[in-house]
């Protein structure tokens, strides 16, 4: 049997240049799925390492990586206790912001380090021939943890301001999917431009400080704007107002644009991992 299949012709498989341009979306995803499955470990040493550079020369260290996190949030707390900014009529004020905040934020800073993750590694990229998705996740981490401190400030909020207990409180690490994904996939369509084009994460981050009052994160849109529809078309509104509503009165407020979004979102994700697998040479030569 050894002899027959030592003795049996060899299947020859040529590449190009262009090679990965025809490969159809099953063998693109198998590929990812293998890659994750594979390298999981060296995600999370990537992921502990730049953890811990966050704060290597600081004395506190991990006092930081739970306090900065709250700082934002709490900003807004303090506004929204003084009367500064007017929240939602159907909620305690303070808990509309901090929850609008907690997921705005979630999104914001995985989309700013998705974006920025090519660069920020592209030593690593150079020298080992891995996929760039490995990158851009392990680079999330961090972000993660960050989102999961904030997520504590939110229960205790809730405790504080009496708000009854619904099972979906328990839900609320994984309402970070949507936001994770949304970003990851904006993340990754755009740092194939700021790989040559340095200016995108500049405008990024001009484009990210208006859309926070676009997405209904402090105060509802008013309904007077006569722009305000297209505003709420936003998916990052569509789920920071039905998440919102879901933790504090254990329901969605409006299913269908929520899962409208919801496959827009998921389509836009598969149809960028599929360009980022057919350009992903080119970018590496560029780096």
Known sequence: MLALYMNKPLKTE?????????????????????????????????????????YEQSFLRFFWKLTLPLVPVGVYVILQMIGVLKGSTNMPKVLYVVIGMTFWQLFTSSLQAVISSPIKDSAMLKKMN?????????NLGEVIFDFLIRIGLVVILFFILGVDFNF??????????????SALALGIFISFFSVFFGDIKNIVDIVVRYGLFASGVIFPLPASLSFSFYLKLNPLYIYIENLRSLVVFGSISDFGPFWIANSVVFIFCLFVLKKLYSIEARLREYL
Request: net charge positive; hydrophobic share 55%.
């Open 14 to 54: 040529i590449y190009t240049s262009n090679h990965r341009l025809k490969s159809s979306f099953i063998e693109v995803y198998n590929f990812y799925i293998h890659s994750l499955l594979k390298y999981k470990k060296f995600m999370w040493a990537n992921f502990l390492k730049n953890f811990k550079a966050s």
């Open 130 to 138: 891995l996929p760039f998705i490995l990158f851009y996740i392990s």
């Open 168 to 181: 979906w409180w328990l839900a609320l690490p994984f309402m970070s999917i949507p936001f994770i994904v």
